[in-house]
């Protein structure tokens, strides 16, 4: 457990401020960015094109057979 700090003196400013520093990039260190989510846009449009056009292509096989037979 840890030792009391009662009889230490006051955090200063200047202590705060580094402290709360270092928690702030512990904590946001591993946060997307907007180039993050960009990206990922780019990705999703990327997959939704081809699975779009994979299904155009296979409607157009489907009809194909279809008409043909």
């Known amino acids: 457990m840890a030792e009391s700090n009662v009889g230490d003196p006051p ?3 200047a202590e705060l401020r580094e402290e709360f520093d270092r ?3 512990e904590l946001f260190r591993n946060c997307a960015t907007k180039a993050d989510f960009a990206d990922l846009r780019a990705w ?3 997959v939704l094109l081809v699975v779009v056009l ?3 292509g296979t409607a157009g096989a489907i009809a194909a057979a279809f ?3």
């Open 67 to 69: 008409l043909a037979g």
């Open 23 to 25: 928690l702030r990039g």
């Open 44 to 46: 999703l449009v990327g």
């Open 54 to 56: 994979n299904v155009v």
């Open 11 to 13: 955090v200063t400013r």
